[in-house]
């Protein structure tokens, strides 16, 4: 026991028991256990924990139906890309009709081809002289 490398063996001093205090066996020691509820208090925890599960749910379904993939917001989005993609087919409607008129008026009017001719070609009819008048440019 002298070689004992430890500074406490069990005759130090420090670990020794008073004499008139009384040592009991220590008993292993268990864990303390939770009091079971049992009644009201039981039912009372259960209703309060399914409120909250219900809860919890319900706001992530509303989350979802905001913000998810076909959640309101998409859903607005989607509407005003249609409504913008409307508009641009009506428009495109309307320039369709008008080229149709222009080209029935072409097929069937000698007339508008002549003016036709006149205005985008500046074709001349024979005898007659053309005439273009250029803007000056001003003097600085």
């Known amino acids: 026991m002298k070689d004992d490398p430890l500074p406490f063996n069990d005759q130090s001093p420090e670990l020794q028991a008073e004499p008139d205090a009384t040592v009991e066996p220590s008993a292993p020691a268990r864990p303390r256990a939770r009091r ?10 259960r209703q309060s924990r399914i409120r909250y599960g219900l809860l919890f749910i319900s706001a992530a379904f509303m989350i979802n ?10 859903t607005m989005k989607a509407r005003k890309q249609a409504q913008t993609i409307q508009r641009q087919l ?18 069937n ?26 803007d000056a440019q001003p003097t600085k």
């Open 65 to 74: 139906a905001l913000v998810g993939d076909n959640g309101m917001l998409a």
């Open 90 to 107: 009506n428009a495109l409607r309307e320039d369709n009709q008008r080229l149709k008129v222009e080209m029935t008026r072409l097929k």
């Open 109 to 134: 009017d000698p007339s508008a081809v002549e003016e036709e001719a006149r205005k985008n070609l500046g074709l001349i009819r024979p005898g007659e002289t053309l005439v273009v008048i250029k």
């Open 36 to 45: 079971r509820l049992v009644g009201i208090e039981a039912h009372q925890r």
